[in-house]
Nanobody, 113 residues
Framework: VQLQASGGGLVQAGGSLRLSCRGSGFAFRLNTLSWYRQAPENQRELVASITSLHGTKYADSVKGRFTISRNNARNTVFLQMDNLQPEDTARYYC????????WGQGTQVTVSS
């Protein structure tokens, strides 16, 4: 089982990034996938999640700015991040629960003011 994240980078405040996470080794379409983030000296926090039926949930801090989606044919979950702010700076991880925690390697997002 693997989760491979990509798409991070450096962007100015107000800019956009799109993160991707490709899964392998499990029944992708049947599972809820999530994005978490962790800034230095902070706890890892849930950003967004999407169920197998495409139901979504967002942290209050990103509602209206971030959009999670999935393409089951490509075994990929996306996080479209618009109007990025410096407080969004963190390492972003995709996550899956298969009776145990499965984490991707993370991708760094840095937003400059």
């Amino acid at each position: 089982v693997q989760l491979q994240a990509s798409g991070g980078g450096l962007v100015q405040a107000g800019g956009s990034l799109r993160l991707s996470c490709r899964g392998s080794g499990f029944a992708f379409r049947l599972n809820t996938l999530s994005w978490y983030r962790q800034a230095p000296e902070n706890q890892r926090e849930l950003v967004a999640s999407i169920t197998s039926l495409h139901g979504t949930k967002y942290a209050d801090s990103v509602k209206g700015r971030f959009t999670i989606s999935r393409n089951n044919a490509r075994n990929t979950v996306f996080l479209q991040m618009d109007n990025l702010q410096p407080e969004d700076t963190a390492r972003y991880y995709c996550y899956l629960n298969l009776s145990r925690d499965i984490w991707g390697q993370g991708t760094q997002v840095t937003v400059s003011s």
